[in-house]
């Protein structure tokens, strides 16, 4: 016999949104390792790569930046504490965000000198230029002899 009664008219009520839930089941969202990661939009063009990470609420210092071969990671790590006392009660809050996300370039084609990153409004913005041989062409036409 169970205490809590379920809709039958087919439709989840807000108890079976609640007690069905899987709180312990790591793959589902409630404990995803994703569920902090900035989401990434890398875009291809003919001179450059873009990438665009959303990581609202950071600083442009809260970002390391590298560049190894063909790999590049972005990475942050940010602490953060904060601790009141009022009429005797004393409340401390801390949180602490990392991340890291790396991406592979196909080989030989980045300008590595010419790499330029910026952060407005909470969207970290790099531009990765190609090498001028790495660049695409338009199509050759080829005679026909």
Known sequence: MSLIRRSRSGF???FDDFFNRDLMNWDSGNFSPNATVPSVNIKETADNYEVEMAAPGMNKDDFKIELD????TISSSKEYEDEKRDDGYARKEFSYRSFQRSFNFPKD???EDKIEAKYENGLLKLTIPKKEEAKRKGPRLINIS
């Open 12 to 14: 989840p009520s807000l």
């Open 69 to 72: 071969g063909n790999l590049l």
């Open 109 to 111: 084609v980045v300008d």
